[in-house]
């Protein structure tokens, strides 16, 4: 009983310091700005949905399938979200009126890859998977080519298959 009333106690002393001395969180990708902006990570998120979907095709009915499948979809369902924020970054952080200009199909693009991630994350769709990232890709390519560079398409060496978008060198 005495524990109970400590943690108890503990726990009022903390939610009253949080009301004396409230703690604020930021969370930003850099906001200087930092002029720092890749979409690698946001392929290498929609490349793991993607091998994800596949390996839930994958699975049978047995009861360590089914462990697999919790674990599976969870990571499915992280790495959607996390490509989702990183397009954010790059769409709210890097992109200026400028590069709409010169990119006019830019908007629908990254509203059709942010609605391609939510569908990859509430669906079990390899299909669903895969437009998520052809649509990562284009922005990749826009991205880099509003940098100056050229582009390449080449196979990303995994179980998950499909291109990964890379800057050529100049």
């Known amino acids: 009983m005495y524990v109970e009333y400590s ?4 726990s009022m002393k903390n939610k009253l310091l949080d009301i004396v001395y409230p703690t604020n969180y930021a969370f930003a990708h850099c906001d ?6 890749d979409p690698h990570t946001a392929q290498l998120d929609a490349l793991t949905v993607v091998r994800m979907n596949q390996l839930i095709a994958d699975l049978g009915d047995d009861s360590e399938s089914q462990t697999k499948l919790g674990r599976y979809m969870s990571v499915k369902e992280t790495h959607a979200e996390s490509c989702k924020n990183e397009l954010r970054i790059i769409w709210a952080d890097y992109f200026r009126p400028e590069h709409l200009e010169k ?12 609605k391609n991630a939510s569908k990859a994350r509430q669906q079990v769709s390899l299909e669903a998977a895969e437009e998520l990232l052809e649509s990562v890709r284009k922005i990749a390519e826009i991205f880099w080519a509003s940098k100056g560079s ?9 179980p998950a298959g499909g291109e990964i978008v890379y800057p050529v060198s100049n």
């Open 7 to 10: 943690i108890m106690n503990m």
């Open 150 to 158: 050229e582009t390449k398409r080449q196979a990303f060496p995994s």
């Open 32 to 37: 200087i700005p930092c002029g720092i902006y």
């Open 103 to 114: 990119y006019p199909e830019l908007h629908d693009l990254f509203w059709k890859a942010m």
